[in-house]
T-cell receptor
Framework: QKEVEQNSGPLSVPEGAIASLNCTYSDRGSQSFFWYRQYSGKSPELIMS????GDKEDGRFTAQLNKASQYVSLLIRDSQPSDSATYLCAVNMLTGYQKVTFGTGTKLQVIP | ETGVTQSPTHLIKTRGQQVTLRCSSQ?????VSWYQQALGQGPQFIFQYYREEKNGRGNFPPRFSGLQFPNYSSELNVNALELDDSALYLC??????????FGPGTRLTVL
């Protein structure tokens, strides 16, 4: 089992729709969770962090965390073509030092 | 506030050569992590430095080495380059080791 799993996609949604991106992780002791956006050829950009169960909203983005199910998701409301990118889920696992493990990313395509 | 910077932007080397990549951390950050990102993959953790000490290492061979300087900038050195070392090398700085901000990366091509 991979430490952090994401569906590679592509996930295609029409402009204005809600995009839902999902991520599962293997380490039940994980404490910190992050979503990064990465445009083709560019470096990852931090868009959300979440540390406790429930929802965290920031503009059009909502991160959802369920530690019991070892599941974290990202919702993008009113999707725009500029949201087309790869979204990386990252998890801080308990290793004795602060190691952040990334999933392989989900490619999102927003169709105008 | 200055963000994370990396140099060079692009680099082409031949197999067997050695390369040094550089990273300047964001102001106020004392932790630097290095990642390798192959095409279509997520970033893979190479190692992390905290206040000039190595704080952890991923599954990379010893020919990947690094250091961190008193100003918290960092270098990644790769010896005996192999074709599979071709990737985007990312540096991320942090004040707590987890909330990381990435630099623009160095694209390394090994021929």
């Amino acid at each position: 089992q991979k430490e952090v799993e994401q569906n590679s996609g592509p996930l295609s949604v029409p402009e204005g729709a809600i995009a839902s991106l999902n991520c599962t992780y293997s380490d039940r002791g994980s404490q910190s969770f992050f979503w990064y956006r990465q445009y083709s050829g560019k470096s990852p950009e931090l868009i959300m962090s979440i540390y406790s169960n429930g929802d965290k909203e920031d503009g059009r983005f909502t991160a959802q965390l369920n530690k019991a199910s070892q599941y974290v998701s990202l919702l993008i409301r009113d999707s725009q073509p500029s949201d087309s990118a790869t979204y990386l889920c990252a998890v801080n696992m308990l290793t004795g030092y602060q190691k952040v493990t990334f999933g392989t990313g989900t490619k999102l395509q927003v169709i105008p | 506030e200055t963000g994370v910077t990396q140099s060079p932007t692009h680099l082409i080397k031949t197999r067997g050569q050695q390369v040094t990549l550089r990273c300047s951390s964001q102001s106020g950050h004392n932790t630097v992590s290095w990642y390798q990102q192959a095409l279509g993959q997520g970033p893979q953790f190479i190692f992390q430095y905290y206040r000039e000490e190595k704080n952890g290492r991923g599954n990379f061979p010893p020919r990947f080495s690094g250091l961190q300087f008193p100003n918290y900038s960092s270098e990644l050195n790769v010896n005996a380059l192999e074709l599979d070392d071709s990737a985007l090398y990312l540096c991320a700085s942090s004040s707590d080791g987890t909330l990381q901000f990435f630099g623009p990366g160095t694209r390394l091509t090994v021929l």
